[in-house]
């Protein structure tokens, strides 16, 4: 249900983790030699005109516009068209020359072309200590995102960075892209199931993927056996929920108003209750409109 486009370095190691975990991902970069450093991914393609962009966004745009785009996209739709794949995330750096020219513009022609699709952009931000051309690249590509109709899944860095001060990028990456793909490829496993107690269905999540602006995901575990006694109160689950926002590794949300929103629940279902008053109650903007509850028995 859900496809992956990487581009660039990161974008790329994005899609090969994908891949191997049974999700549908391609890889697309300038460099021949990051498009060979990746494991599983099987359908690539390698961009004409430079063997990297070393970061220079405006030399990425211009050999896009220049001799790639017809290329690329024939590329994207080959692979994505079928109607099983509803929602489509293309995963790029922010900071990254290849990744913060081409990302904007791709998603931007993407959603032209692809109209039966939801495109999802999902840029990956810098960490605070990153050089300053990351940074710079990153305002760019927000600013260009932010005038487009569209659903952004931004992928931050500086969470995973926050809560391991001294990690290097390596951890940063592995455990911030690990996170990524387990929940994109938990998401569409419930949309399957079958629930007396109401789903969250395909069509449910593709229309949250649909909407404009900044989303996130996030997932929260209530009660661990191996940690004793659990907070079950609707104040106490509510409180999990919202911790999970603020830990998960996409930006911050601004607590502003948000449109729409989805909910799943495993577990005995004697324990779930939810107020979506008080859950909501941190935006400004209250409650969403729309709120797609799926509530599933398990363990
Ligand atoms: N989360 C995550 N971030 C990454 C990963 N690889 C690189 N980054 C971040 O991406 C930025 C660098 O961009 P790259 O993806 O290497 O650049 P590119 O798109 O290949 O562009 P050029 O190399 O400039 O042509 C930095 O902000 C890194 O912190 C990754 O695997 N995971
Ligand atoms: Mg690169």
């Known amino acids: 249900m859900i496809g992956i486009v990487g581009i660039g370095a990161a974008g790329g190691n994005i899609a090969d983790l994908a891949f191997e975990n049974g999700i549908d991902a391609v890889a697309l970069n300038f460099s021949e030699r990051d498009l060979e450093s990746l494991d599983f991914v099987e359908e690539r393609l390698t ?8 970061k220079n966004r405006d ?7 220049d ?16 109607p099983s794949t509803e929602i489509i995330m293309v995963c790029f750096s922010a900071g990254g020359g290849s990744g913060g020219g081409i990302g904007p513009m791709l998603v931007d022609l993407l959603a032209q072309e692809m109209e039966d699709k939801a495109i999802v952009a999902v840029p990956i931000l810098p960490d605070t200590t990153e050089a300053l051309v990351h940074q710079v690249n990153a305002l760019y590509v927000t600013e260009e995102l932010s005038r487009q109709n569209l659903c952004v899944l931004p992928i931050d860095n500086e969470q ?16 911030t892209n690990e996170t990524f793909v387990n929940l994109i490829s938990s998401l569409p496993k419930y949309t399957d199931r079958h629930s ?14 649909s909407t404009k602006g900044i989303s996130a995901i996030s997932s929260a575990e209530i009660t661990k056996l191996d940690e004793g ?7 106490g689950i509510t409180e999990v929920i919202k911790k999970s926002w603020e830990n998960s590794i996409f930006a911050p ?18 324990l779930f209750t939810i107020d979506s008053a008080q859950l909501f109650s941190s935006f400004k903007g209250g409650e969403p409109t729309h709120l797609f509850e799926g509530t599933y028995e398990g363990d």
């Open 47 to 54: 961009l004409i005109g430079s063997e990297g962009v070393g």
């Open 196 to 209: 007396k107690h109401g789903v969250l269905d395909k069509k449910d999540l593709r229309t949250i993927f």
């Open 229 to 235: 006694q659990a907070d079950i109160s609707n104040e």
């Open 160 to 175: 995973v960075k926050k809560k391991n001060p001294n990690a290097g990028k390596a951890r940063i990456f592995k455990e």
């Open 59 to 65: 030399e990425a745009i211009n050999l896009m516009v």
């Open 253 to 270: 949300l601004e607590m502003q108003t948000i449109p729409k929103a989805g909910i799943i629940y495993e577990g005995p279902l004697d």
């Open 67 to 82: 001799k790639n785009w017809e290329m690329a996209l024939k590329f994207i739709k080959e692979n994505f068209s079928t």
